[in-house]
């Protein structure tokens, strides 16, 4: 996976309030822009170009899914959060501006270290906690 910025998208009501996830995102140097749904979402992205997508799969006005056709062909890296019982899996959506849904599913630890990876491939000091 890969991004070539450091403006991320997070998309959903929770997101927000998300501590740990942005906490994590502003030591490593990124801006966040928050939208609830689809609407909103479509709305920013209309108006601030962003490099990195991180959505709730299911949104008050309908799916994440829907929005990946309007992000194929950007050069946005995407992931999708599936809730599950007692946390979530991320799901690479895009990479690059190329769709790769299919691929294996992330833990919230192994996404954090992509998260890491990403960061460092820019070539850009960041402040990474160890």
């Not at 929770?14 to 990124?30: E, M, S, V």
């Not at 959505?55 to 950007?74: E, K, M, R």
């Not at 192994?110 to 000091?125: C, H, I, N, Q």
């Amino acid at each position: 996976m890969t991004i070539s910025g450091r403006d991320v998208l997070l998309i959903g009501p929770y997101l927000r309030g998300a501590q740990a996830l942005t906490d994590r995102l502003h030591r490593w140097d990124f801006r966040c822009h928050f939208a609830s749904n689809i609407q909103e979402a479509s709305d920013l992205l209309s108006s601030q170009p962003v490099n990195l997508v991180l959505s709730i799969t299911h949104l008050p006005d309908g799916t994440a899914f829907g929005l990946l056709v309007a992000l194929t062909g950007l050069p946005v890296t995407a992931f999708l959060c599936l809730p599950v019982e007692n946390g979530c899996f991320w799901l690479p959506a895009i990479d690059d501006g190329k769709e790769c849904l299919g691929s294996p599913a992330l833990r919230p630890s192994e996404f954090a270290r992509t998260l890491e990876e990403m960061t460092r491939s820019l070539g850009v000091p960041s402040r990474i906690d160890r």
